[in-house]
Every structure is written in structure tokens, then in C-alpha cells.
């Protein structure tokens, strides 16, 4: 254990830090890549060989149960491995892994870049990387929203959520990157799989539904932490009662409600996908336009939270390792 610190608040505190620093380079070869790839070749197989709902359905739970088990398991032998080559070798492997679970330095570099546009045109091709919705056409103040809404929404199951899941791996023997790793597989099946429509809607439902009961209590603990420092609570929660729930998804509405509320705009309304015209229920209450501001208003909210998790679970870590000592 280098001084003082656990090594498992050590893990935490170094992962935090190098995603908040450096966030994935592309150079460098990141899991969800090789997520990426897995899941598009079993998919593709899938779809050739089985035709049945039932079929695909049980597909489903195997590719999820294959790629969630199976990341945690690789993360936890390549650290083990790491280890007996030498501790801090080990220490840093483990640092390393656990960084590429979070994705704050990325979503804040994507919001820059769109931010950063020098020209309308600029600003839907750079949006359009990042973004389902169709971006063509999209106004000065659609290409806010619809940034604002991709901060907020991804702030859960890409940021807060592999945080949370890293904090109880840390009390665990498994310790923090292999269950921050599992729920990372989890999340990728979600994005690639995990749609209502077809051709997705057998094989995904799975992973579907079981990333979202996953992500239902850090992304209530998210909602939570915002209101607190929003300085105005009880207004931010009664809004996120209010609203929230309109939301298909029983996680996304949520936190893109709680954003807004914090920030005093609104969120949702009118969006196109290739071609189709989709009215997502508004959240919060416009009482402030939508500018480059709140975007990092936003995202200074998540670096916030961020960093006030690791604190409180480093603490605890300490607390639960002098108690152990003694």
C-alpha cells in the first residue's frame, strides 16, 4: 500500500485524475473498441443464423452475459498479471484500465469542439459525430440544446455511472476497474444493441433493460448531487418530479431534467432522425436561453460531482482501512 492512502482510493484518485487530464488519445488502444468489434461480429452472426424472436432474444443474454463477464474477468487477470510483475506496475495497470471507464475529459473535449465551430456549417458537421439526431438543418440555438442534451445525458452512463460502480468495486475483492469495466461492456451493448427498433429490438432487450435497472441508482444519486449544488434543491427535485418520468427512458429524462432545472432552461421538444420527426417531452422551464455558457455550466457540474464522489469514497476507504487495521 504506497503510504498512507489505500491503494484502492489511490486507483481512484489516479483514474479521476488521467481522465481528467488526458481522456482517451486516439491513438491509444481503448476496450470499447474491442467491445465494439465483439459485439458487431456476434451481432452479424445473429442476424444470419437465427431468424426466431426467441432465438435472438436468448442470443441476447448470452452476448450480454459473454462481453459483461468476460470484460470484468479480462480487467481483473490483466491487473493480477501486472501485479506480479511489480506493484506499482500493477497499481498503475489498474489506474490505466479504470481511466478508460470514464469518459469526462472526452464528453467535455466533444462539447469544445462543437462550441469551438467557426461556422454554423461547421458547427452541425462537428455535432453530427456525436449525435443521432439529424443536424443539417439545426438552428445556432438547436445545435445548444442538442450539445446541452448530450452533456447531460451521457454525464450519467458515461461518466457518474462507471464513477459508482468503480466506488463499489473498491470495497469489494474484486476491487474498482473490473466492475467499472463490466458496466462499461454493459453500457456499450446499450448504445450498439440495446434499440426498440427493429432489426435491434429482439437481440438488444437485454442488454436493454438490464443497463438501465444498472444505472437507476447512480443515476438518482447524480439527480440528487446536482440539486444540492444547484444551491436550489427542493426546486430542482419538484421539476425532475414533474417532468422527468414524460421521458421513454427511465434514466435519460432524469438527468437531462435535473441539468436543466440547475441551469433554468428547457430542455427536449422537436428532433429529426434520418428523416422522421420525434417530440421528446420538455424538461424544466425556459427561464434562461440556451447558451455556450450553460453547456459549461454543465459540464463544470459533472467535474464537480466527479471529483466530490472520489472524495467521500476515498474517505470511506480510509475509514474502512484504519478500522480494519485496528
Not at 462543437?114 to 439529424?134: I, K, M, N, T
Not at 467499472?180 to 454493459?186: G, R
Request: charged content about 15%.
Amino acid at each position: 500500500m504506497p503510504g498512507k492512502v489505500p491503494e484502492t482510493a489511490l486507483i481512484l484518485i489516479l483514474a479521476t485524475g488521467l481522465d481528467w487530464l488526458l481522456g482517451d488519445p486516439w491513438s491509444w488502444p481503448h476496450p470499447v473498441s474491442v467491445m465494439g468489434w465483439v459485439i458487431a461480429q456476434y451481432r452479424d452472426l445473429v442476424w444470419k443464423r437465427l431468424s426466431s424472436p426467441v432465438l435472438q432474444k436468448l442470443a441476447g443474454v448470452v452476448l450480454m452475459l459473454i462481453l459483461v463477464l468476460g470484460s470484468g474477468s479480462l480487467t481483473w487477470l490483466l491487473i493480477a498479471v501486472a501485479q506480479q510483475i511489480h506493484p506499482w506496475f500493477g497499481l498503475g495497470t489498474a489506474s490505466i484500465l479504470l481511466a478508460s471507464c470514464f469518459a469526462e475529459r472526452s464528453l467535455r473535449d466533444a462539447a469544445h469542439e462543437v462550441l469551438a465551430a467557426p461556422s454554423l456549417e461547421q458547427a452541425r458537421l462537428r455535432l453530427s459525430r456525436y449525435v443521432g439526431r439529424d443536424t443539417e438543418n439545426l438552428s445556432q440555438l438547436e445545435i445548444l440544446r442538442a450539445t446541452l442534451e448530450t452533456v447531460s445525458e451521457n454525464a450519467i452512463d458515461g461518466v457518474l455511472a462507471p464513477l459508482f460502480y468503480a466506488i463499489v468495486g473498491s470495497f469489494t475483492p474484486l476491487g474498482a476497474p473490473p466492475v467499472a469495466m463490466a458496466y462499461k461492456a454493459l453500457s456499450t451493448l446499450d448504445s450498439m444493441v440495446g434499440y426498440r427498433e427493429a432489426p435491434y429490438t429482439d437481440l438488444g432487450w437485454c442488454s436493454a433493460r438490464t443497463e438501465d435497472a444498472a444505472t437507476w441508482l447512480p443515476c438518482r444519486l447524480g439527480v440528487l448531487s446536482i440539486a444540492l449544488l444547484s444551491g436550489r434543491p427542493a426546486q430542482v427535485l419538484r421539476l425532475c418530479q414533474r417532468d422527468a418520468s414524460a421521458d421513454p427512458s427511465p434514466n435519460a429524462g432524469w438527468s437531462e431534467c435535473a441539468y436543466a432545472a440547475a441551469l433554468e432552461v428547457q430542455l427536449g421538444g422537436a428532433n429529426t432522425y434520418r428523416g422522421v420527426l420525434k417530440v421528446k417531452p420538455l424538461l424544466g422551464d425556459s427561464k434562461q436561453t440556451i447558451t455556450a455558457g450553460a453547456v459549461e455550466q454543465a459540464l463544470r457540474l459533472t467535474r464537480w460531482m466527479c471529483w466530490i464522489w472520489v472524495g467521500i469514497a476515498v474517505l470511506l476507504l480510509s475509514l474502512n482501512s484504519q478500522a480494519l487495521a485496528n
